[in-house]
């Protein structure tokens, strides 16, 4: 018994040896400022693209005609966003791995994978 619990407590331990840190607001701010983004909104089960304007617009599109705008900022480490319909969103950004990013809240919970980035407003919102 005790064995299993050190082996369990092991695999804890290297598990969170393994995981990756939040960006910085600095890297946040280089990975998206001026920038459009492909990704998955985990918490709605939808893809989306987005542009983040350097000036802090933002614009998503969810498919469908389903167009949206908002804004976004960094606050505290953390990536903000905002739009007219809901409260003020705010999460950290975690390297998932081949050049994937994730919207995690504190809990841990994901809400966004941004699957993939390009340099400028790609998709011309």
């Known amino acids: 018994m005790k064995k299993t619990i050190a082996l369990l ?3 804890v331990f290297s598990g969170m040896a393994n995981a990756a ?3 910085n607001g600095d890297q946040i701010k280089e990975l998206l400022a ?6 998955f909104a985990d918490a709605l089960g939808k893809d989306y693209t987005a542009y983040y304007a350097l000036d802090g617009k933002l614009v998503q599109d969810m498919g469908k005609g389903k167009r949206r705008q908002g ?6 480490n953390n990536f903000c966003t905002q739009f ?4 003020a969103r705010c999460t950290k950004v975690v390297p998932s791995g081949n050049g994937e990013y994730v919207r995690m809240k504190d809990d ?3 809400t966004n994978t941004w699957k993939k980035f390009y340099k400028g407003n790609v998709y011309q919102y």
Not at 84 to 87: F, H, R, V
Request: hydrophobic share 40%; charged share 10%; net charge negative.
């Open 9 to 11: 407590g092991l695999l």
């Open 21 to 23: 840190a939040p960006l």
């Open 34 to 39: 001026g920038n459009s983004a492909a990704g």
């Open 71 to 76: 804004t976004w900022k960094i606050n505290d």
């Open 84 to 87: 007219s319909t809901e409260p």
């Open 108 to 110: 841990g919970m994901v």
